[in-house]
């Protein structure tokens, strides 16, 4: 068996609470991805989204891995991971450089200096921020201002959303990854990675909130104006609720599940009293009866809660506000979003309209089914940013081979910028921190 050369394709890594996903894909000649292989395990030693059980961890990583090198054909070395958990936490932050020359032009070294200093915000013990993202700036007093670069002025000023985690939490991720014999092309946010597999650009800009529900954790990012204005990981999943489920038929925790899937609904009103689904006992005791309705309504009381959490969130974001409305309303994703009926619940509590989103439209037609479904969302996205890196060092080099004499160092400027997105530069900060680890 031929084995494929590593800058050929990319590998997404999906640490989650309930399963371990590692996607392998390159882009098409159509610029769609292509899924060359999946290798999925499940996630023993996670809990809401942190590593609890390194050693578990390792091996379900790896177990990932392999099945994804066999069904692919390629030998994995490096991996984008997503990060989450219930260690996550965002703050707006305002802050500004003066300039020494106020007549020369803003350029990218500025906001990068901006940005730094934005790096260097006091946080509390064994925290670590993770991502700055600017979101408006102002020159001089004058606000509103997407793009400084090109502007002249003394005093270059900005809103930041800043993304903050544990330390330790970032860096057992690291060792996992390390000690799996991988290593860590860069990190990203999971809502983030969800939101670029699964959210077109018309919606980014009317406004709009992605609520990605997986197993341990339901992550929540809002945009609005093409920028991230909000994030939020709320410590409740899917797995809460076929917790619930377990504790109120008295069942084993495998049978609650398979019942979450098959008849659960969001929604108690859909089913009759009359519809009955009978358990098998243990141990040769006599079957369970389960009423649907009683099912629902179990579902329903943990569904509400962990929903009117992720509402709670919105309206703190502000949502009320006019220049605030997310226009494009709510958009679904992550294994639990496949729930039936809940699409119309959250309508009907957030009165907000509601799709599910799927990540199949950056996919190119012959793709492996089940990667199309929400599941595989997060671990999409993260795909995407892999290949996308690829891109980036390509184009440079090509660039490079291009103009072997680049009089023009605004060019240069330009393109640098172009090449390094605030997410990378972000990814080289973490990737920095990982190796003193």
């Not at 390159?26 to 395990?41: M, P």
């Not at 090198?69 to 984008?80: A, E, L, R, T, Y």
């Not at 409305?325 to 699409?343: D, N, P, R, Y």
């Not at 993260?382 to 690829?390: S, T």
Request: hydrophobic share 35%; net charge negative; charged share 25%.
């Amino acid at each position: 068996m031929m084995f494929m050369e590593q800058s050929n394709f990319s590998v997404g890594l999906d640490i989650g609470t309930t399963k371990i996903v590692a996607l392998v894909g390159k882009k098409n000649e159509y610029n769609k991805v292509e899924i060359l292989g999946l290798g999925k395990s499940k996630s023993l030693g996670v809990h809401r989204g942190v590593v609890n059980n390194i050693t578990q961890t390792i091996q379900s990583i790896q177990k990932a891995i392999d099945e994804a090198n066999s069904n692919s054909g390629c030998v994995i070395k490096d991996v984008v991971v997503g990060i989450a958990g219930q260690h996550i936490r965002s703050i707006q932050h305002s802050d500004y450089i003066t300039r020494e020359n106020p007549e020369s032009v803003i350029n990218d070294e500025d906001i990068q200096r901006l940005i730094q200093q934005v790096y260097k915000l006091v946080m509390l013990p064994g925290e670590e921020i993770i991502h700055v993202l600017p979101q408006e700036f102002k020159v001089d007093g004058q606000g509103e201002i997407k793009e400084p670069i090109g502007m002249h002025g003394g005093r270059l000023e900005a809103n930041f959303h800043v993304v903050v985690g544990q330390v330790s939490s970032i860096k057992n991720i690291g060792r996992c990854i390390k000690s799996a014999g991988l290593s860590m092309a860069s990190i990203t946010l999971e809502p983030l990675a969800s939101s670029k597999a699964v959210l077109s650009f018309e919606e980014k800009e009317a406004g709009v909130a992605l609520i990605d529900i997986g197993g341990g954790t339901t992550d929540l990012a809002i945009f609005k104006d093409g920028i991230i204005r909000h994030t939020a990981v709320i410590p409740y999943g899917g797995n809460v609720i076929t917790e619930d489920i377990k504790e109120g038929c008295s069942i084993i925790e495998k049978q609650a599940e398979l019942l979450k899937i098959k008849f659960g609904s969001a929604w108690p009103g859909e089913n009759r009293d009359t519809e009955i689904v009978s358990i098998p006992g243990l141990q040769g005791r006599d079957p369970k009866e389960i009423s649907l309705k009683t099912l629902s309504k179990i579902i329903n009381a943990r569904v509400v809660e962990i929903i009117e959490q992720v509402f709670l969130e919105i309206k703190n974001y502000g949502h009320s506000e006019q220049k605030k409305k997310l226009i494009a309303g709510i958009v679904l994703t992550g294994g639990g979003s496949q729930l039936k009926h809940l699409k119309q619940l959250v309508e009907y509590i957030t009165g907000m309209d509601t799709r599910v989103g799927y990540p199949s439209e950056h996919l190119a037609g012959s793709t492996i089914d089940s990667v199309s479904s929400p599941l595989f969302a997060t671990s999409v996205g993260l795909l995407m940013n892999a290949l996308e890196d690829i891109l980036i060092e390509k184009n440079e080099s090509s660039y490079q081979d291009k103009i072997p004499h680049l009089e023009n160092e605004q060019k240069k400027e330009k393109f640098s910028k172009q090449r390094k997105s605030i997410l990378d530069r972000f990814g080289e900060k973490l990737k920095e921190f990982l190796d003193n680890a």
